[in-house]
């Protein structure tokens, strides 16, 4: 069992719908990052959230961290084919040793 | 960019045998990862460093051991190299506390054979 479970594991749409990824857990955890990752590169930081119930946007993606910090989602609107990706979730957690978790992923594919 | 530089980028190896991937910083961070990723499972932690010769287990530790001698360089070591260990293999840093952002190096294709 994996500490965070996200989904849908593949998500593939038109260009100009709305999706929304969903990342759960069933720790508390004090943030929660996003990241995306695209082929043949390591995945690079979108946003972190970090209070309850927090709504972070960036452009047409939209980031909120659940009223209990257990859960996150990312809603994009109006998807483009350059948001094809893979996002994870991550959390950290371990006090000082900083241990880095990454959830399982949604695959995005947005067709022109 | 972050100075991250991971080798060899490709390998392929006979099973049975050591391999020893590299994963070098120029960032002065403090923490170092090593994942690996495979389809279907995001990335999965190996071994991660929390300061020179502190290191600990990650989720999938097994058949992997980790070194880290000084800041600059985290190593990972698989023992005897299995099929199930072909993987891609990430390494990232993270200066930590405030600053949890990870950067990542990009990633070593490693296949046994």
């Known amino acids: 069992t994996q500490l965070l479970e996200q989904s849908p594991q593949f998500l593939s749409i038109q260009e100009g719908e709305n999706l929304t990824v969903y990342c759960n857990s069933s720790s508390v955890f004090s943030s929660l990052q996003w990241y995306r990752q695209e082929p043949g590169e390591g995945p690079v930081l979108l946003v972190t959230v970090v209070t309850g119930g927090e709504v972070k946007k960036l452009k047409r993606l939209t980031f909120q961290f659940g009223d209990a910090r257990k859960d996150s989602s990312l809603h994009i609107t109006a998807a483009q084919p350059g948001d094809t990706g893979l996002y994870l979730c991550a959390v950290v957690y371990g006090g000082a040793t900083n241990k880095l978790i990454f959830g399982t992923g949604t695959l995005l594919a947005v067709q022109p | 960019d972050a100075g991250i530089t991971q080798s060899p980028r490709h390998k392929v190896t006979e099973t049975g045998t050591p391999v020893t991937l590299r994963c070098h910083q120029t960032?002065?961070?403090?923490?170092m990862y090593w994942y690996r990723q495979d389809p279907g499972h995001g990335l999965r932690l190996i071994h991660y460093?929390?300061?020179?010769?502190?290191?600990d287990k990650g989720e999938v530790s097994d058949g992997y051991s980790v070194s880290r001698s000084k800041t600059e360089d985290f190593l990972l070591t698989l023992e005897s190299a299995t099929s199930s260990q072909t993987s891609v293999y990430f390494c990232?840093?993270?200066?930590?506390?405030?600053?949890?952002?990870?950067?990542f190096g990009q990633g070593t294709r490693l296949t046994v054979v």
């Open positions: 960032e002065n961070h403090r923490y």
């Open positions: 990232a840093i993270s200066q930590g506390l405030a600053r949890t952002e990870a950067f």
């Open positions: 460093s929390y300061g020179v010769k502190d290191t």
